[in-house]
């Protein structure tokens, strides 16, 4: 990497940490609007708790605080990297979010990447063969993808592979009970990953074709493109060699945008195929009102989105020399 690049993550890293606290403050505020707590639901559960056993709790927990001495002291903390103690859970957040977060970040990666793969090739060959049959194919499939709520496809791949056909797993990260070598368990991991990530992955591929469409059509236009078939290129060389680099800076700028809301729809993948992610620990800290797993889950998703930011910008430079970091 070289010295430029090197102090221009630096720096941007610099910026980033008041992002990522302005994020952490704004999640406490929104989540301290929510009615309840953490100490009402504990003594939901015993079902015959006392208004004094209530408040105990919350003096233990430190509820009773007055909004400013808490915001501070979860800002105190954050700045810290301190994330604390689940009150429900009475476990260390870090270690929470440590045991889930792989598998969820396992799951958005290899559904981003399909999804680039994917929406790339069939953006490329809707450019190629703009006007045939085969645009019009893949425009249309991509559009009714598109508008195909998540969860329901997710089921329909259950209903079809895993018990028609019975193929994959219908859910769960890997086979339980059963003894297996090294190997064995990535294949098995993979296996279960398979419906998951491609549920997750179609919706982008879809958005990802399209856009992907309409930048190949606009770098065509351009002057290099003419130079090249003037050179007696072929169409191929054209598309995959010369313009694919050009037309990949937007599909590059939304896969970035999109981080947070790829986060957030696994969520909802995770629930479907019952995913050992985040998605349930996110869940189960609403439901409880546990606001000290809730604010790390949030803050550590604020540190994936913001980095990968981060990482898209560094590719700029390797898709385009001319943007330079410095």
């Known amino acids: 990497m070289r010295g430029g690049t090197v102090r221009f993550v630096l720096r941007r890293l610099a910026q980033l940490v008041p992002v990522v606290l302005a994020i952490a403050a704004l999640n406490f505020v929104l989540a301290k609007l929510a009615p309840g707590d953490a100490a009402d639901i504990l003594a939901g559960q015993m079902g015959h708790a006392t208004l004094e056993f209530t408040e105990q709790l919350r003096r233990e927990f430190g509820l009773d605080l ?57 953006g ?125 800076l937007p599909v590059v700028t939304l896969a970035g945008m999109q981080v947070g809301h790829l986060l957030g729809g696994s969520v909802l993948i995770e629930t479907v195929f019952g995913w050992p992610g985040l998605g349930r620990l996110v869940f189960d800290a609403l439901v409880q009102r546990d606001l000290n797993l809730l604010l790390g889950i949030l803050f550590v998703s604020s540190v994936v989105v913001v980095l990968v930011n981060l990482a898209v910008d560094l590719v700029y430079g390797l898709l385009d020399p001319r943007i330079t970091h410095k």
């Open 124 to 248: 490329v060959a809707a450019a190629r063969r703009q006007g045939t049959w085969v645009d019009n194919l893949i425009s249309v499939s991509a559009l009714l993808v598109y508008a195909t709520p998540a969860f329901w496809l997710g089921l329909m791949l259950i209903v079809f592979f895993s018990i028609r056909l019975d193929l994959l797993p219908s859910g769960g990260m890997m086979q339980i009970g059963v003894a297996q070598t090294a190997i064995g368990k990535v294949l098995d991991v993979a296996r279960h990953l398979i419906l998951p990530a491609a549920t997750l992955g179609l919706f982008y591929a879809a958005v990802y074709a399209r856009l992907m469409r309409a930048s190949m059509l606009e770098v065509y236009g351009l002057d290099f493109i003419t130079t090249a078939r003037a050179k007696g290129l072929s169409e191929g060389t054209i598309a995959w060699t010369h313009a694919l680099r050009n037309a990949l």
């Open 66 to 122: 007055p909004i400013l001495e808490q915001f501070l002291a979860y800002m105190g903390r954050t700045a810290r990297l301190d994330l604390g103690i689940s009150l429900i859970q009475q476990q260390p957040v870090v270690e929470l979010i440590a045991d889930r977060l792989p598998a969820t970040l396992l799951l958005m990666v290899t559904a981003l990447v399909l999804a680039i793969a994917t929406g790339v090739a069939l």
